[in-house]
């Protein structure tokens, strides 16, 4: 028996090179991005994942969230990424992710279905939440000194319009 597999081949290729073009997209995000099935177990981790935990993909890869990240359930996270996998609906959330010896961070997750299961891309966003910090403290000391100066401070917008006063320009 004959048959022309050269289709079949076609397809096994062309799926081949998709998966690899997806790796390699997964592997160059600096982003931590994980691949979960409807039961939280992890299909699929890029680099920076692995960078983040220490270990290899093969140790990781059929495990349940619950084995890698104990706390996800005691902070909510679990449940929460099991609603985005029975309803669909996307989650957005930012935690503090306490790590000993090396100080907590800041992380901003975003969650999504993917299939039956769950897309998870976290960004560290310390850096950016201690300026935002920075920020906050400096408005607070400039809203001071202008709420203490005797002096009448206003300032106006490129359109001559009032933005702000300080209490003594208040009562000029």
């Given amino acids: 028996i004959n048959r022309d597999v050269s289709s079949r081949k076609l397809a096994v290729d062309a799926l081949r090179s998709s998966e690899d073009r997806l790796s390699a997209f997964m592997d160059s995000s600096t982003e931590v991005m994980a691949l979960y099935d409807s039961e939280l177990n992890f299909l699929d981790v890029n680099q920076a994942f692995l960078d983040v935990l220490g270990n290899k993909k093969e140790e990781g890869i059929g495990t ?68 935002e910090e920075a920020l906050t403290e400096l408005n607070n000391q400039k809203e001071m000194i202008l709420n203490a100066a005797g002096d009448g401070i206003y300032g106006l917008n490129l359109d001559g319009k009032t933005t702000f006063v300080n209490p003594a320009a208040a009562k000029m």
């Avoid at 609906?89 to 935690?95: I, K, T």
């Avoid at 997750?109 to 897309?119: E, N, P, Q, S």
């Fill in 64 to 131: 349940s969230l619950i084995q890698r990240s104990p706390g996800a359930v005691d902070s909510g996270r679990y449940d929460r990424y099991l609603n985005v996998v029975k309803t669909g609906e996307p989650l957005s959330l930012e935690y503090v992710q306490r790590r000993p010896g090396y100080g907590n961070r800041n992380i901003l997750i975003k969650a999504f279905k993917v299939g039956d299961g769950l897309g998870v891309i976290a960004t560290d966003i310390t850096e950016r939440k201690l300026a």
